[in-house]
């Protein structure tokens, strides 16, 4: 293990502003959100790009390397302990309106950030105890069918018009947080319902898994009204739906604009790097456990973070995760940023 190792640990600042939030009041209480979305873009205006690239025998050394595992497993006990002792502060302490706006969002982050993040990567693992873990992470989201339509949809059909999690040109971040998370509903139903077919299984069956993910997230949303009442439970979609737009908005900036070529009526080009925006701004790239590379991940889904690369030949986002979140907010800036930039790359846009 060398030292550098250790710079992943930077994923662990938002829990840990997050712990402080959820006992804050006022302004405090909205600390992990000034956090993301302003210290961190001010750092990376600060911090100098690193592009680092890994010889054959550096891979396998950081593939060997159990470290790298454990930093993502460690995500399990920081989400759920932070969201049972925010929810229990939500639900018993008597605290201002405000107060409670801000630990809303900063446990939605922090739940977008170390629970749907880190369930995106060990999702893609071959494991099952780490698919498994992805599934428990996304639970309290209630996005667990996230895990089907991301792996077997939108890896298949990115930057396609198949695909609800790629944003077209001039499609503003609100109108997509509609049609993606509509899509991708219907998209893992559909894909669930092939999956059953392919087993001579109908859809009440047992191994129809959005039923038992339907199951386990009323499940959660139980065991919080059992333990503090009505409340918690509104707490808890309200935190779901803050960390699902989080995801959403990241998957709006990912593949803003970009088309893969049509071959014929059946096929597309395969995914290439050029079909993925790439940010190389390191702040947001540990935090991220570097989704933010995200061309190297799309062209090939099962490599893991630690040996991800940045691509030079992909599209890459004039500013970090956090800013471009923010610009897209404002969809005329965000378009006249942007576009000028999608007229430079090989992929055609409509």
Known sequence: ????????????????????????????????????????????????????????????????????????????????????????????????????????????????????????????????????????????????HFYIEHNFGHHKNVATPEDPASASKNQSVYAFWFTSIIGQYRSALSLQRDLLTQRKAGFWSVYNDLLWYAFFQAGYLGLLFALWGGWAVVYAVLVALVSVLMLETINYIEHYGLQRKKINAHRYERVLPVHSWNSNHIVGRLVLYELTRHSDHHHRASKKYQILENKTESPQLPWGYPTSMLVALVPPLWFYWMHPRLGQCSAPQS
């Not at 829990?15 to 956090?35: H, K, N, R, W």
């Not at 210290?39 to 054959?56: F, G, M």
């Not at 920081?78 to 706006?101: A, E, H």
């Open 1 to 144: 293990m060398r030292v550098d190792d250790l710079k992943y640990l930077l994923a662990y600042s938002i829990p840990m502003v997050t712990l402080y939030a959820v006992q804050a009041e006022g302004l405090g209480s909205f600390a992990t959100m000034l956090y993301a979305f302003v210290c961190i873009p001010v750092l990376e205006v600060a911090l100098a790009e690193r592009d680092e690239r890994y010889s054959e025998t550096e891979k396998q050394s950081r593939l060997a390397n159990r470290l790298f595992d454990v930093l993502l497993y460690l995500n399990l006990p920081f989400v759920l302990g932070l969201l049972g002792y925010g929810f229990w502060q939500l639900s018993t302490q008597d605290q201002t309106w405000s107060t409670q706006v801000g630990q809303v969002l900063s446990l939605g982050i922090m739940l977008a950030t170390n629970g749907i993040n880190v369930a995106h990567e060990l999702g893609h693992r071959l494991s099952s105890p780490s698919r498994y873990l992805a599934k428990l992470l996304l639970c309290p989201s209630l996005y667990m």
